[in-house]
């Protein structure tokens, strides 16, 4: 498997590797999959999540690797979940909504609290991760994105947004150029992913709202 590692080409004076960038490809279809809420955004995300690891490994990012280690396990819950959602759906697609204010404080609590306990220990051992505090951001981020996800939570998108902000420039610098030029795909992919849940969560609620006695 070591071809997965070796290098595909060079851009820009940028060396472009076979893992990064079949696995960032994946991760591209599986968002617009997700952004569809077509189930088969799951299986796309584990398969993406296997091959990144592999390119982790290779500029020893550990939170790279544990971020990719959650894409795996979150994605094989996420598809079970979304297939018992889609059953109850009118359309036969996950039914999408916003987080009550309870579950957005728990999500940005839950954020913080790992963020921290993860960093701690990426700096206790600074062989797992040449730029901790990054890395462990990243890391957990990324778990409340999915976890968001699979529950069909809008604010899953403003989670990816804000895991963006660090990772683009972290792959740049720590030799991922492609996962750093896909991610800025990524980001426009969440705004307008953002926009297609965030208007289908309103129309959700219109007919509650309606039917409640003035």
Known sequence: ??????????????????????????????????????????????????????????????????KQLVVVAVAVWGWRAWQ???????????????ATWTERGLLAAGALAGTLAVGGLFTLFPTLSWSPW???????????????QAKGMVEFWFAWLLVDLVGVPLNFAGGLAFSGLIYLVYGALVLWGMRDWWIRSRAAQRPALEGTPA
């Open 1 to 66: 498997m070591n071809w997965l590692n070796a290098e595909a080409f060079t851009v820009l004076g940028q060396d472009i590797i076979w893992s990064d960038l079949i696995g960032n490809t994946l991760g591209l279809f599986a968002l617009a999959l997700g952004w569809l809420r077509n189930v088969w955004t799951w299986p796309l995300q584990l398969v993406s999540g296997l091959v990144l690891i592999a390119a982790n490994i290779s500029v020893q990012q550990a939170g790279g690797v544990g």
């Open 84 to 98: 018992l959602g889609r059953r109850t759906s009118a359309d036969g697609a996950v039914q999408v909504r916003f």
């Open 134 to 148: 990054a890395d462990a951001y990243i890391f957990v981020g990324t778990l409340v994105a999915m976890y968001a």
